[in-house]
């Protein structure tokens, strides 16, 4: 059962939660280990487990061996219950302590309950008593994210990026294991070093979790520049098709998309409570826009229609999936650029028209910037995209060296979004905000 849990689990976590692990080669492969971390969610023990190839049994509140197929859930997976109210856990306690002497791995949550959202505090001492009694090595364990995964008082998870941290070992001398077995100071000494080494990682993550939550409930941001792009471009294919006498038939496939799109942004800005769902809409409705509006704006332009327009509609719309795990400020500096690159591609093709010309553009931005920028699942984003692009080309056999000035548009795309909109976009770089785990 375990064994089937943790294949099934691994590759839907990091699907679901973006699940990154560091520090694996920190947890001994034999011999008695206690895995201690803080706990902020649901999820944690099996967090803890997936990727770690030995069996870990967990000390698991006594509450949930009552729930019907939950507990036997559980305990087949090897847990065990404690009594979390203090003083009456001698029992689990005995049962720790004999799965350590027996060699084998131990999982345990010291603050003896789910975390509020802060650091660590003050522990209960049994892991270092346990320790001092088995002689087992303590590997501390950051969680980070899995609070924004799953909050608290929420019944449901929901997609957020989390990052399980196995820190350096702690094994403590034999000298003091014996000289001082019932020192009450050196237990609690012994619990300040496991809450250090979860904290240095957590404190950064807490942070993160704490300015992106204030930032959803801020009052919209004014129209951004980009987002004036679709005006300009209706009145540019509106110039376009006066000329070529053909503003009569096209007009309203030009500026009606334009007027919904802009009173979106009029409703965002004066009736939307802000909030994560409205500022996410907000951030990914130019590409939407995009991709519903450009068949429209292409005729109007009188320019090649495009091949393969279902297939870069595709691709654009599922190169968004990793940036339900990304921080805020990357999503914005994506839809900047891939809305740059698809309206200075259109330009180009006023100039040097191609019917793979959108869409050589748009995908070369997004393996640019996903390897750039090492977003989630950069990898696979990128094998997809360049096999939707080499797909294109084998079935329309329109390769022709002018599509290199449309690569290029994409590279230099993403060096104006290094270069200028970094320092606006990024504030992580001046500490503010922290995604990952510090080291």
Same mark, same amino acid.
């Given at each position: 059962m375990l064994a089937l849990i943790k294949l099934i689990g691994r590759p839907l976590f990091r699907v679901l939660f973006a699940v990154e692990y560091y520090g694996l080669e920190n947890v001994p492969a034999s011999g008695p280990v206690i895995l201690a971390g803080n706990h902020p969610s649901y999820l944690d023990p099996l967090l803890i487990a997936i990727p770690i190839k030995r069996i870990i049994r967990f000390m698991a509140w006594?509450?949930?061996?009552?729930?019907?197929?939950?507990?036997?859930?559980?305990?087949?997976?090897?847990?065990?219950? !404690?009594?979390?109210?203090?003083?009456?856990?001698?029992?689990? %306690?005995?049962? &720790? #302590?004999? !799965?350590?002497?027996?060699?084998?791995?131990?999982?345990?949550?010291?603050?003896?309950?789910?975390?509020? =959202?802060?650091?660590?505090?003050?522990?209960?001492?049994? !892991?270092?008593?346990?320790?001092?009694?088995?002689?087992?090595? +303590? @590997?501390?364990?950051?969680?980070?994210?899995?609070?924004? &995964?799953? *909050?608290? /008082?929420k019944l449901l998870p929901k997609p957020a990026k989390i990052i399980v941290r196995y820190h350096q070992p702690i094994t403590l001398a034999q000298d003091d294991r014996a000289a001082r077995r019932d020192d009450r100071g050196f237990h609690q000494a012994v619990m300040a070093r496991v809450a250090a080494s979860i904290n240095r990682s957590l404190a950064p993550a807490l942070r993160g979790s704490?300015?992106?939550?204030?930032? $959803?409930?801020?009052?919209?941001? /004014?129209?951004?520049?980009?987002?004036? &792009? *679709?005006?300009?471009?209706?009145?540019?294919?509106? #110039? @376009?098709?006066?000329?070529?006498?053909?503003?009569?038939?096209?007009?309203?496939?030009?500026?009606?998309?334009?007027?919904? $799109?802009?009173?979106?942004?009029?409703?965002?800005?004066?009736?939307?409570?802000?909030?994560?769902?409205?500022?996410?809409?907000?951030?990914?409705?130019?590409? @939407?826009?995009? +991709?519903?509006?450009?068949?429209?704006?292409?005729?109007?332009?009188? !320019?090649?229609?495009?091949?393969?327009?279902?297939?870069?509609?595709?691709?654009?719309? =599922?190169?968004?999936?990793?940036?339900?795990?990304?921080d805020y400020y990357t999503l914005q500096k994506f839809v900047r650029g891939l809305v740059v690159v698809y309206y200075f591609s259109l330009a180009l093709m006023l100039g040097w028209p191609h019917p793979l010309g959108v869409l050589v553009a748009t995908f070369s931005f997004i393996t640019i910037f996903s390897v750039w920028y090492r977003t989630n699942f950069y990898r696979a984003t990128v094998v997809v995209?360049?096999?939707?692009?080499?797909?294109?080309? %084998? #079935?329309?056999?329109?390769?022709? +060296?002018?599509?290199? @000035? %449309?690569?290029?548009?994409?590279?230099? =795309?993403?060096? %104006?979004?290094?270069?200028?909109?970094?320092?606006?976009?990024?504030?992580?770089? =001046?500490?503010?905000?922290?995604?990952?785990?510090a080291k």
């Open positions: 006594d509450a949930l061996f009552r729930v019907p197929l939950l507990g036997r859930l559980i305990r087949s997976l090897g847990a065990f219950p !404690v009594d979390i109210r203090r003083g009456k856990g001698e029992a689990a %306690y005995r049962e &720790a #302590l004999r !799965v350590l002497e027996s060699g084998d791995a131990l999982g345990i949550f010291p603050e003896g309950q789910r975390s509020e =959202a802060g650091p660590m505090g003050e522990l209960r001492t049994g !892991v270092a008593r346990l320790a001092i009694e088995s002689g087992a090595t +303590i @590997v501390p364990i950051t969680i980070g994210g899995a609070s924004r &995964a799953w *909050p608290k /008082h704490s300015h992106f939550e204030k930032w $959803y409930r801020q009052p919209p941001s /004014h129209i951004r520049s980009y987002e004036l &792009a *679709p005006l300009v471009a209706a009145l540019i294919a509106t #110039l @376009v098709a006066g000329l070529r006498d053909t503003l009569g038939q096209t007009w309203w496939r030009v500026w009606l998309p334009v007027a919904l $799109y802009y009173l979106y942004l009029i409703a965002d800005l004066t009736v939307f409570r802000p909030q994560r769902e409205t500022k996410w809409l907000r951030n990914i409705m130019p590409v @939407v826009f995009i +991709i519903g509006w450009h068949y429209w704006l292409i005729r109007a332009l009188d !320019v090649p229609a495009g091949a393969m327009n279902l297939l870069l509609a595709g691709v654009t719309l =599922a190169a968004f999936f990793p940036y339900f795990w990304e995209t360049l096999l939707a692009m080499g797909t294109a080309f %084998y #079935l329309t056999n329109a390769i022709e +060296i002018r599509l290199l @000035v %449309y690569a290029l548009l994409a590279a230099a =795309a993403v060096g %104006y979004l290094q270069t200028f909109v970094n320092a606006a976009y990024d504030i992580r770089k =001046a500490g503010e905000v922290t995604t990952k785990s």
